[in-house]
Structures are given as structure tokens and as C-alpha cells.
């Protein structure tokens, strides 16, 4: 099949396309910048990671050193002096990056680790958690998740009691990324007997401490770069200096920052599909699928992926426009992380379906090449959406309850 443009077929020619608020010029040549970043310093690496399920620690001194991981934060503080949009560019473009547990490693550090530092650390608790985390000296995790406590952050029940100057830790934190490398963790703790919402605070445990392990690293169906590990607090004396925040006052440390996290999945979520596309719609042009209905099936296909990437970016990018002027967000983020996670699943199924029907990534050996290695790994890394940073059903509730119902 001969590709040919969209005057020759007697079609509009499409106005060129202009940058979608609440993203600039400006935001686009950085959005450029970071585009050749990720291709030329994460993505050739992607596979060997994938498959030692492990990256080293130097991609984060190497994100530090071109100021990556701290884009929002203030440049006193050793960040680059942007704002939310500019990390909201970061994490669509980290998307490409080949693999969904570098994304999400890195991520997790930037944007959910150490945004609660940042916005309610102590001066001495930014020089000495932040600053060097912004240089990628220092890995962050977020450590909320436990084996009986997941959506439902009120049932936390690892407990942290008060002695001389600070408090004993005993308790337990699963599915923490970043929780085998962390050389600290951003820990929720019940800080009263009855815990729930009053009774929450967040203590910073660093790797080192007496009692503080990790229990072990977890398999996962995708996310195979990330760590995502299993901790163990057993006594571990954590000082007064590393109380996160007020006492008692965790649980709305915890609901200011799902916003910002959930608003990030959906961005990664669009990036994803954005690329995706990309990649399906160059086989469909290359004319490389089978002729007749199978052409047509293909076009629809494609037609459907291009849909659903339009809704979620849609509703994605209207949270983030609230989000970013301050507005209340809750019901827009709700809505973008809902139908981005899905929509990412389902695209990466059929990315992934279109592209093993053609035959065209099928070596001769009979193993599959990387290039549908890689949208395999797109498939399996993207079933975590649904259920990470809260579930669907989570967000339908949070959803009903907004209504009114």
C-alpha cells in the first residue's frame, strides 16, 4: 500500500496543531527536550533493566544532575524553579521510556515521596531529606500500603509510640516502589490508640535504623525494573526531628497528596497511549496488515485507540488545569484516573493484538523481538492502573459520594 497525503484523497488539510492549555509554547520545547532525553538516556537501557528487574541507582544521579527530579521545587532548594506543569510534562514523557517500572520508580521519588517533604517539611528536614533527593543522592518512597490496609488508609495499624525524644515504630508496609533501594520512606504511623482520621502522623524512617528491613522484594506481573518491596518495623527509634507535619494530623497530609498522584497516573496513562498510537498507526500506514477486512479492521481499531486517548487526555487535562490554579479538583482527578487507567489497558491490548496479527515483530527463530517484547511489557504494566493509587471502585465511590449518593 502507497501512502498518500490528505489533499490527494481530496481531504482538509488539518490546522497545525497548537499546544493544549494549560501548556504553552514554552511548556512544548521543553516537552521537546525532554522527549530526546528519555529516548537517548532511559529508553536504549529499558530492556536489559526489564529483564534484571533491577536499574542502578545512577539513573537517579543522572536524572539530578540535568535537574529532573526536582522541576516544581524552588531552585534555593538545589530544584529548577518550575511548577506542577512542568512535572506534569516529565512524567507523560517518561512514558516512553520502554518500561513501566523505570517510570514508576521515578516517579514515585518525584512525585510522591518527596512532595510531602516539600510541603511540610521542617528547614532542616528539606536539607536533609530533600535537597540531596532533588540531586538524586537520596532515593524517597512513600510508605502508606500494608498487608491488611490498602484504599482504606484509616485502617492503618502500624503504630508508633512515644519515648524520650521521639517515637518507637513497630509494624509492617507492602507494595512500597522504591521500598528495597529507599534510603528513606515518607511513613504513615497511628500515632493514638484509636488511629483513623485524628489519630495518623508521618514519620520519615531512613534506611540504617535499628529494626527498619526489608522483608523481601516482590514479583510482579509487570513493573518488572521497579523494586517494589516489603519493610518490616520491629522497635525502630525514630527521632522527634523526623515527625512529617503535625502530630495527628496525617491522614489530610495523605488526602492532599492523592491528588497529585492520582493526577499523575493519568498523565502517565495518556503518554502511554500516545505512544502507542504512534506506533499503531505507523504499522497501519506502512500498509503492513493483511488487505482487505483485515485493512478496515485495522483502520477501526486504531479509529477506537485515537478515541479513547482523546477522552482521557480530555478529562486529564481539565484536572490539571483546576489542580494547577488551585481550584477544588477532586471530582476532575477522580474522573481522569478512572477512565485514563482503563482506556491505558485496553489500548495496549489492542497495541499489542494489531501488532502480533500482522506478523511483522515474529523473528524467524520463532522468538518475539523487542519491539513486541516492548508491547507486552506495555499490556502487563499497564493492569496496574486500575488498581494502584486506589481502585476503580474506590473512585466510583469517591465519585457517587460527590453526587450526593
Same mark, same amino acid.
Given at each position: ?267 502517565? $496513562?495518556?503518554?502511554?497511549? @500516545? ?8 504499522? =497501519?500506514? %506502512?500498509?503492513? #496488515?493483511? /488487505? !482487505? ?42 474522573? $481522569?484516573?478512572?477512565?485514563? @487507567? ?8 489492542? =497495541?499489542? %493484538?494489531?501488532? #502480533?496479527? /500482522? !506478523? ?46
Amino acid at each position: 500500500m502507497t501512502t498518500t497525503t490528505a489533499s490527494e484523497r481530496g481531504l482538509p488539510t488539518a490546522a497545525a496543531a497548537r499546544p493544549l492549555p494549560p501548556f504553552t509554547e514554552a511548556h512544548e520545547q521543553k516537552r521537546a527536550g525532554l522527549r530526546a532525553y528519555v529516548k537517548r538516556e532511559l529508553r536504549p537501557e529499558a530492556p536489559r533493566y526489564e529483564r534484571e528487574r533491577w536499574f542502578p541507582n545512577e539513573v537517579f544521579t543522572r536524572l539530578g544532575a540535568h535537574d529532573l527530579l526536582g522541576l516544581k521545587y524552588p531552585r534555593e532548594l538545589g530544584g529548577a524553579g518550575g511548577d506542577h506543569l512542568d512535572d506534569a510534562i516529565f512524567v507523560e514523557e517518561l512514558a516512553r521510556c520502554g518500561s513501566g517500572g523505570l517510570a514508576a520508580a521515578i516517579g514515585a521519588h518525584t512525585g510522591i515521596a518527596t512532595p510531602p517533604v516539600w510541603k511540610f517539611g521542617t528547614p532542616d528536614q528539606h536539607e536533609r531529606f530533600l535537597v540531596p533527593a532533588i540531586r538524586g543522592e537520596k532515593i524517597a518512597a512513600l510508605g502508606i500500603t500494608e498487608p491488611g490496609a490498602g484504599s482504606d488508609v484509616a485502617s492503618i495499624r502500624t503504630t508508633a509510640k512515644p519515648v524520650d525524644g521521639g517515637w518507637v515504630v513497630d509494624g509492617a508496609k507492602t507494595y512500597i516502589t522504591n521500598g528495597v533501594r529507599a534510603d528513606f520512606v515518607v511513613t504513615a504511623v497511628k500515632t493514638t490508640s484509636e488511629g483513623g482520621h485524628r489519630g495518623l502522623s508521618f514519620l520519615i524512617l531512613e534506611r540504617g535504623m535499628e529494626g527498619f528491613s526489608v522483608s523481601r522484594k516482590l514479583e510482579k506481573l509487570g513493573w518488572h525494573a521497579s523494586d517494589t518491596g516489603e519493610l518490616a518495623f520491629g522497635e525502630v527509634f525514630v527521632p522527634a526531628e523526623n515527625l512529617l507535619g503535625e502530630e495527628n494530623q496525617g491522614f489530610y497530609l495523605i488526602m492532599a497528596n492523592f491528588q497529585w498522584e492520582r493526577l499523575l497516573m493519568a498523565l502517565g $496513562a495518556t503518554g502511554a497511549m @500516545q505512544a502507542l498510537l504512534e506506533q499503531t498507526q505507523a504499522l =497501519a500506514e %506502512r500498509g503492513e #496488515a493483511r /488487505a !482487505g477486512d483485515g485493512s478496515q479492521a485495522l483502520r477501526h481499531a486504531v479509529a477506537d485507540m485515537a478515541t479513547k486517548l482523546a477522552t482521557a487526555r480530555a478529562l486529564t487535562y481539565e484536572a490539571l488545569r483546576l489542580f494547577h490554579h488551585g481550584h477544588d479538583a477532586i471530582r476532575q482527578v477522580t474522573m $481522569a484516573k478512572l477512565v485514563s @487507567q482503563r482506556s491505558c489497558f485496553e489500548v495496549a491490548e489492542t =497495541a499489542l %493484538r494489531l501488532h #502480533a496479527e /500482522a !506478523g511483522l515483530y515474529r523473528r524467524t527463530d520463532g522468538e518475539e523481538s523487542e519491539a513486541l517484547a516492548e508491547l507486552d511489557r506495555a499490556a502487563r504494566d499497564a493492569r496496574l492502573g486500575p488498581i494502584g493509587g486506589g481502585t476503580d471502585e474506590i473512585m466510583k465511590e469517591i465519585l457517587g459520594k460527590g453526587l450526593g449518593l
